[in-house]
């Protein structure tokens, strides 16, 4: 390699149909916020109970938490919980330093949909045995998107039926953050771990 200045990613523009565009997070979520609407909305707050999140300040509120075991996790960015019928709903709150830069925009699919989680506005999709883009058994639902400007947010929901699926999604949608950002991210010595600052 030679001695030139190293390539600074954040300045890198990359080339749109109509001209030169920086990737950003503020596209992606313009991308997201053109979808339809979910059609599942959120759940009414006083039928669940509110349970703490680990990667990220805030809660979101459960159907019958009391019930559900948790769920084993490979690290602090990682939180889930197991129903006894089979059912979990698992998320993610993760710290990335190249955000607000991104390398790619993802667009949406035939199933696509658009929800407010955490006051964000994420992408959505619900998906049976009967949608060729779903190879699973059972019902799921997988939200995506960003929490604070350098937290990757995402959350998957499974289920026996449509029904239960959508009951999970609908209580996935009471999240609250309430920090600025994920708990979990890289650190300045390039380990991977909880933030020094304690966000």
């Avoid at 997070?25 to 997201?32: N, P, S, V, Y």
């Avoid at 799921?140 to 998107?145: K, L, N, P, S, T």
């Avoid at 959350?155 to 449509?162: E, L």
């Amino acid at each position: 390699m030679d001695d030139r200045d190293e390539i600074d990613r954040h300045a890198v523009e990359y080339v749109h149909a109509f001209g030169v565009v920086p990737l950003h997070r503020r596209e992606q979520e313009r991308l997201d916020g053109a979808l339809p609407p979910c059609e599942v909305g959120p759940a009414d707050r006083a039928t669940l109970r509110a349970v703490d999140l680990a990667p990220v300040r805030g809660r979101v509120w459960l159907p019958d938490p009391e019930l559900a075991a948790p769920m084993e996790v490979p690290d602090g960015a990682w939180q889930g919980w197991e129903w006894p019928d089979g059912s979990s709903l698992l998320l993610s709150a993760e710290r990335d330093t190249d955000l607000p830069m991104l390398p790619a925009l993802t667009p949406g699919g035939p199933s696509s949909r658009r929800a407010v989680v955490g006051g964000r506005v994420m992408h959505v999709r619900r998906l049976g045995p009967a949608d060729r883009e779903y190879a699973g058994e059972g019902f799921a639902a997988d939200v995506r998107g960003f929490l604070g400007e350098r937290t990757h947010f995402l959350a998957q929901v499974f289920a026996p039926s449509g029904g239960r699926r959508d009951d999970l999604l609908a209580a996935l949608l009471t999240l609250e953050a309430t920090g600025a950002e994920a708990r979990w991210g890289p650190r300045p010595d390039g380990t991977f771990g909880p933030s020094d600052d304690g966000a």
